[in-house]
């Protein structure tokens, strides 16, 4: 089954910096991918999917992510960061319609 | 407004007890799942379900059962809670289909075990 790993666990950064955080994925043919996020006390809300086609998308509040099969990432971006982006973000891989997470950056945002 | 409810945002339990953690999604969505959220870990399915009346083990389902006797509602069920089932549990729904990674999460419930 495919799985997916987030190197990091914790980052900070600067209100209004940019933020990028990192998704790599294990071989396998074409696979689904997800970024999720989860702000503090509430369920998990999707960001935004990658099934096929460009390899660039673009998701809700202002994030995209860019699938590089070369080197099987899918990293997640947003050019300024807001103070309300703090939360945990996951990535997601589908296997046979379940998915898999990874084990989730958590992000604060300083001042 | 798409909802999914979990009926309890914080149970505490002793151990030996048995727990029912109770999900309904108001969507007609096929699909539902029981995931486990652990520090470090991320979220771990226990187990899902693809229609009424049937089920699916996930990545841990040791240690727990489901019922899904409606379409709408998934319960999860510690038939002897350990301490080692203290975390945060995730109920979601899904559609059945080409989107089936579009998942619409409720609030969990974290449980604790003593």
């Known amino acids: 089954a495919q799985s997916v790993t987030q190197p990091d666990i914790h980052i900070t950064v600067s209100e209004g910096a940019s933020l990028e955080l990192r998704c790599n994925y294990s071989y396998g043919a074409t696979p689904y991918l997800f970024w999720y996020v989860q702000s503090p006390g509430q369920g998990l809300q999707l960001l935004l999917k990658y099934f096929s086609g460009d390899t660039l998308v673009q998701g809700i509040k202002g994030f995209e992510a860019e699938f590089k099969r070369s080197q099987s990432s899918f990293n997640l971006r947003k050019p300024s960061v807001h103070w309300s982006d703090a939360a945990e973000y996951f990535c997601a891989v589908e296997n046979d319609y379940k998915l898999s997470f990874g084990a989730g950056t958590t992000v604060t945002v300083r001042a | 407004d798409v909802k999914v409810t979990q009926s309890s945002r914080y149970l505490v339990k002793r151990t030996g007890e048995k727990v029912f953690l109770e999900c309904v999604q108001d969507m007609d969505h096929e699909n539902m799942f029981w995931y486990r959220q652990d520090p470090g870990l991320g979220l771990r399915l226990i187990y899902f379900?693809?229609?009424?009346?049937?089920?699916e083990k996930g990545d841990i389902p040791e240690g727990y059962s489901v019922s899904r006797e409606k379409k709408e509602r998934f319960s999860l069920i510690l038939e002897s809670a350990s301490t080692n089932q203290t975390s945060m549990y995730l109920c979601a729904s899904g559609k059945r289909g080409e989107n089936t990674g579009e998942l619409f999460f409720g609030e969990g419930s974290r449980l604790t075990v003593l």
């Open positions: 379900s693809y229609d009424v009346k049937m089920k």
